[in-house]
Nanobody, 125 residues
C-alpha cells in the first residue's frame, strides 16, 4: 500500500514563504513513475487542485492561483514532492493534501488514487 505523509505546514504572515514536503512510501513502488502533487481545501470550500509534476519533472501542472507564486518539485532520491509557496495570502489558508497517481490527468481531474492526510497552512493578514 502507498503512504503519503505531509509536513511543513504552519502559521505564517501574509507575504511570507513556506515549503511543504510529502514523503511517499510503499513496498516495491517506483515513485519516479508516479505523478505527485498537491491539493488544498479551505474552510467551507471544496478541495481544489494546486500543482503536480511527473516523476522526471518534465511535465508540470499548476492551478491559476498557484502560477507565479508556487513551485512544485521532486526529490526522487527521497521519493518526495515539495511545494514551495511564496508571497502567501490569507486566501491560501487551507489544509494541503499530497496526492499521487500513475496518470497525471487523474491528479488534474481531482481523482488521484492515493492521498495523504493533509497539513494545515494558516496565513494571517
Amino acid at each position: 500500500q502507498v503512504q503519503l505523509v505531509e509536513s511543513g505546514g504552519g502559521l505564517v504572515q501574509a507575504g511570507d514563504s513556506l515549503r511543504l514536503s510529502c514523503a511517499a512510501s510503499g513496498p516495491g513502488r517506483d515513485f519516479t513513475k508516479y505523478f505527485m502533487g498537491w491539493f488544498r481545501q479551505a474552510p467551507g470550500k471544496e478541495r481544489e487542485f494546486v500543482a503536480a509534476n511527473s516523476g522526471d519533472g518534465r511535465i508540470t501542472y499548476y492551478s491559476d492561483s498557484a502560477k507565479g507564486r508556487f513551485t512544485v518539485s521532486r526529490d526522487d532520491a527521497k521519493d518526495t514532492v515539495l511545494l514551495q509557496m511564496n508571497s502567501l495570502e490569507s486566501e491560501d489558508t487551507a489544509i494541503y493534501y499530497c496526492a499521487a497517481d500513475i496518470l497525471g490527468q487523474n491528479l488534474k481531474g481531482g481523482i488521484p488514487l492515493y492521498w495523504g492526510r493533509g497539513t494545515q497552512v494558516t496565513v494571517s493578514s
